[in-house]
């Protein structure tokens, strides 16, 4: 089971993260999500626990905790969602009876 980790400050790492979460059980993974351009922390990441039981308790003893000056919520991660669900949907422009070219 993965665990979310939000709030993060921007300068953490994965070692912080790791620290944190050693305090409960043994850390498999831990990896905080940066951004591509300017390789800066945006705040969140995800954490993988040996053990389900060790996660569960890593939820309960640390969301809303805190992390350097700022207040984490911790939680079960969802599953991604598959390509293509939601956001900006494509359309054929031409399907609203000709557009601009029935008007020239």
Partial sequence: MRIYVGGLPYQSTEQDLIQLFEQVGQVTSATVIT????????????????????????????????????????????ER???????YQSRDRRSNGGGYRDRY
């Avoid at 390789?39 to 640390?62: C, H, N, P, Y």
């Fill in 81 to 87: 969602r598959a390509p293509g669900g939601g956001g």
């Fill in 35 to 78: 951004d591509r351009e300017t390789g800066r922390s945006k705040g969140f990441g995800f954490v993988e626990m040996s053990s389900d039981d060790e996660t569960r308790a890593a939820i309960e003893q640390l969301n809303g905790s805190t992390l350097g000056d700022r207040t984490i919520t911790v939680n079960e991660a969802r």
